[in-house]
């Protein structure tokens, strides 16, 4: 069984042998040694090997015969070969012999074949490269002519179309070396260019506003002329078309070569026509700089660049100087100044893409919109002449509607001029507070005398007079009031004007105007006239003629308050019976006035009063005078003459003028005589003196009863001395008992006589009696005289007790 396995296995290995390559049969051989019967498969590779070459034997004898055919064919065919080779050695002999010459114009011509494709090639590359030379050629003359911006557009050709196709040569790498260097050559020009642009505009901003200014008040002038139409704002819509020409000056076609930045335009403003504030200016440095760095991708950091330059140049021109307010010339600059950077910039805007945008410019407005009117608000509260707050008011409204014609919101501007409507007003107050001080300093106080009718109407002219009576009284005659009362009203008439020449052009509603005249009016007449008016009646050394005069005028100013209405009116084609239109304060102020001016004539009357009073020597202890008359005090004869003069002069006041002032210095003669009975300082009194009282109270009395001032019914006037009369009765007719009987009922002899009063006088006389002796005469009785005095005087001190409980 064994041996049988053997026996397969080598059969199968030597199958293997047969069929597998010898490179992998060390695997099969080695399989033989790992076993125990190598000897028996080399026994079976032995047979196996004879097998084989016992058929190799068979196949050769089977073939051997075609064999050795073949080699004798092999053999035959070998001479006709020699004979073949030998006849095609000597056929090309003769060929080569023959083809020499063939080869020789072979060989010219390849030559001049390759001639002619160099000659080709050469061409080729010349074609390519004159382009280059001729391009670079034209840009250095461009760069020679200052034409940067064909110069930038030229070399963006050179390299990104030319050069490539012209290929690697040296002059072209080259060329492509100096390109970028060429580059930063024509962005420095440019941006130099364009540093000179700005410094131009910046010295010029002020003559560019000045234009600007110039023809928008022009263009206000054109419209103020055709009135039915309402007025166009000056700007970019209302500037009438430049011609092609100036456009082209301006600078519109970026490819401009005029860099001058600011044109010559002399010989036009000396003609009729005013130029365009924007022909004055070629912008070409701003768009050729623009394009160039936009083509060299730098757009944005040539706007940063710009805009903050600009914005450095905006606050240089915001900056007001420290005297602008001192002239109008130094506000006119600055409003140009401003004009002009503003006008640049929305030129710029209008024509550029970009460069700067709305937003920009309205950021930068409102910026020196802000410092605009704060610095107008400081330099114009150091103003005080009212002349140049209105040229100031015309200028800033010019410098407005300028601006607005370029589209700038100025409405912050005339917000301010309404907030220096009130420092106008102030100042004017100031102005028209010297010049009222003027007209009464001036004034002679004096009826006016007209000698002619010219004359006459002349001052009723001045200011509303009517006078049916005093019309037709003959020339010469004179008006009632003073040179004061015209000149006052036409300096109402002046500072209603002087208003509203400020509220012109403020794009006020005829109400507002109205309204704003007439509170500025009655600021003047509340504050400035009536103050004025005080001063007048207050000053030192002003006399009762004086005031009766002012008193005159003053009810003359009131009468034609509802005229001042009526001009203010007219002024401002406003109705007074508007509702809500503010009332002239004016008859209230002249009413104010009058009333002071009659409390001072009071006063004054009483002052002078006292002075006479003053010259009043009473002897206190004089003796009772025996049957002669006593005459009145010499002090009180010119008191009384001293008056009657005074109210005769008051005939021509108003009212119940006239009256108040002589009941007012009777009341006063009385109540001083009163005081001197009762002076502390006079301790002893005599009856002689009490009747030389009475003699000068009845002078008193005689004067009022002779009436020196028209209008008092009956005795009314005698009242004033009612109570010195009553109590000077009491005593010289020693009526004690009437008195102590009847005190307190209304039909009392004495009824205005007061027991302190009474009491204190007695007392004066019971130490006089008890001092000298005044009832000498009456020995007798002296002693009974001083016991009825003490009763009296007891029973007037009871008397006093029950009346206080």
């Known amino acids: 069984m064994a041996s049988l396995e053997t026996a397969a296995e080598h059969e199968r290995i030597l199958r293997e042998i047969e069929s597998t390559d010898t490179n992998c049969i060390g695997p099969t051989l080695r399989s033989v040694y790992d076993g125990q019967e190598h000897g028996l498969f080399m026994e079976k590779l032995d047979a196996r090997i004879r097998n084989h070459d016992r058929e190799i034997e068979k196949m050769c004898n089977h073939h051997f015969q075609g064999f050795v055919d073949s080699i004798t064919e092999l053999l035959k065919v070998r ?27 072979m060989e010219e011509l390849r030559q001049c074949r390759v001639q002619q494709r160099n000659i080709a090639t050469t061409i080729d590359k010349l074609t390519h490269c004159l382009p280059v030379l001729e391009m670079y050629s034209r840009l250095q003359e461009q760069m020679r002519a200052k034409r940067y911006y064909p110069a930038l557009r030229t070399l963006e050709q050179l390299e990104q179309t030319c050069l490539p196709k012209a290929g690697q040569y040296r002059f072209c790498s080259i060329m492509a070396e100096n390109i970028p260097k060429l580059r930063i050559q024509i962005r420095d020009t440019a941006m130099s260019q364009l540093k000179d642009f700005l410094e131009s505009i910046r010295k010029h901003s002020d003559k560019i506003g000045q234009t600007a200014m110039k023809q928008a008040q022009l263009q206000r002038s054109l419209d103020s002329s055709v009135s039915p139409q309402p007025r166009v704002l000056l700007g970019r819509h209302g500037r009438k078309a430049a011609p092609a020409a100036i456009r082209a000056g301006m600078g519109v076609n970026p490819l401009s070569e005029q860099d001058t930045g600011i044109l010559d335009v002399e010989d036009e403003e000396e003609e009729d026509e005013v130029p365009g504030a924007q022909d004055l200016v070629d912008f070409s440095p701003v768009y050729r700089c623009l394009h160039i760095y936009t083509v060299l991708g ?81 330099h114009s509260s150091y103003c005080d002449d009212p002349d140049l707050v209105l040229d100031l008011k015309n200028l800033i409204v010019l ?13 912050q501007l005339f917000d301010m001029l309404l907030e220096m409507r009130e420092q106008y007003g102030e100042i004017l107050l100031k102005r028209w507070n010297v010049t009222f001080r003027q007209v009464i300093d001036q004034d002679n106080y004096s009826p006016i005398p007209v000698s002619t009718e010219e004359e006459y109407r002349q001052y009723t002219s001045q200011c509303p007079f009517q006078d049916p009576e005093l019309e037709k009284l003959p020339f010469p005659k004179k008006l009632p009031f003073s040179e004061f009362v015209p000149k006052v009203y036409c300096q109402l008439k002046e500072f209603i004007y002087a208003c509203l020449k400020y509220s012109e052009d403020l794009h006020l509603s005829s109400t507002e105007v109205d309204d704003m005249i007439r509170k500025s009016t009655n600021l003047l007449l509340t504050r400035t006239l009536s103050h004025c008016l005080q001063y007048a009646i207050k000053k030192k050394n002003v006399g009762l003629a004086e005031l009766v005069q002012v008193i005159i005028n003053t009810t003359h100013l009131e009468q034609s308050c509802h005229f001042l209405e009526e001009f203010i009116s007219n002024i401002t084609n406003v109705p007074p019976d508007t509702v809500n239109a503010t009332k002239l304060y004016g008859t209230s102020t002249f009413k104010d006035a009058r009333h002071a001016a009659e409390a001072e004539i009071y006063t004054s009357l009483n002052a002078k009063i006292d002075q006479f009073l003053q010259l009043a020597d009473y002897d206190w202890m004089a003796a009772v005078p025996g049957g002669e008359n006593l005459a009145a005090s010499d002090y009180l004869i010119d008191l009384i003459a001293f008056l009657k003069s005074t109210f005769s002069v008051f005939t021509n006041l108003p009212g119940k003028v006239a009256q108040t002032a002589c009941m007012s210095s009777c009341k006063h003669i009385s109540t001083s005589l009163m005081q001197l009975l009762l002076d502390p300082e006079v301790r002893q009194i005599s009856m002689g003196a009490l009747h030389q009282l009475d003699t000068d109270v009845k002078e008193c009395e005689s004067f009022a009863r002779a009436g020196p001032v028209a209008g008092f019914q009956g005795d009314t006037l005698l009242l004033a001395f009612s109570d010195l009369r009553q109590l000077l009765d009491l005593f010289t007719q020693w009526d004690w008992s009437t008195y102590l009987a009847d005190y307190g009922k209304p039909t009392c002899k004495y009824l205005r006589v007061n027991p302190h009063t009474a009491l204190a006088l007695l007392e004066k006389m019971k130490e006089t009696s008890r001092k000298n002796n005044v009832f000498a005469q009456f020995r007798k009785t002296d002693r009974d005289r001083q016991k009825l005095i003490d009763t009296i005087i007891k029973q007037l001190r009871n008397l006093i007790v029950q009346h206080h409980t």
């Open 298 to 378: 730098l757009r944005d950091v040539f706007e940063n660049y710009y805009r903050k330059q600009r914005r450095k140049q905006a606050r240089l021109v915001l900056q007001p100087h420290s005297n602008m307010h001192e002239t109008l010339e130094g506000y006119r600059r600055y409003f140009n100044q401003i004009v002009g950077f503003f006008v640049v910039e929305d030129h710029v805007l209008h024509t550029t893409q970009g460069l700067v945008n709305r937003a920009y410019v309205e950021e930068l407005w409102e910026l020196a919109l802000s410092k605009i009117v704060a610095a107008l608000r400081t």
């Open 399 to 411: 410098f407005a509607d300028t601006l607005q014609g370029y589209g700038f919101p100025v409405s």
């Open 79 to 105: 001479g006709e070969a020699q004979k073949l080779k030998s006849q095609v050695t000597e056929t090309n002999g003769h060929l080569q012999e023959n083809g020499k010459e063939l080869t020789t114009s």
